[in-house]
Nanobody, 120 residues
């Protein structure tokens, strides 16, 4: 049973920084892509950033230049460094791992989420 466990959320003032971590119970090489999504109250879940097993990254336009995704294969973890935070970044942040079989069938794995609140 694959488990993804997030940590690092909390309350921060606008302009502040946080670093989220996601630890996987298995090697992250087993995922084609890992990433961070977020869901604010009353809004749909959206992709924040993802990173492939080869290290290629992709970001939502709203976070480019402020948030940075990275990975540590040795620690089976991914991270999200969040700088210059804005009130609109307030949401539950969820870690995701995607596996795509040779048939093309994909499977998503999710963490339980960590709350990030940006407020003065």
């Amino acid at each position: 049973q694959v488990q993804l466990v997030e940590s690092g959320g909390g309350l921060v003032q606008p302009g502040g920084s946080l670093r989220l971590s996601c630890a996987a119970s298995t090697s992250i090489f087993s995922f084609n892509t890992m990433g961070w999504y977020r869901q604010a109250p009353g809004k749909q879940r959206e992709l924040v950033a993802n990173i492939t097993s080869g290290g290629s990254t992709n970001y939502a336009d709203s976070v480019k230049g402020r948030l940075t995704i990275s990975r540590s294969n040795a620690k089976s973890s991914i991270y999200l460094q969040m700088n210059s935070l804005k009130t609109e970044d307030t949401a539950v942040y969820l870690c995701n791992g995607k596996r795509v079989a040779a048939t093309g069938w994909g499977t998503d794995y999710w963490g339980q989420g960590t709350q990030v609140t940006v407020s003065s």
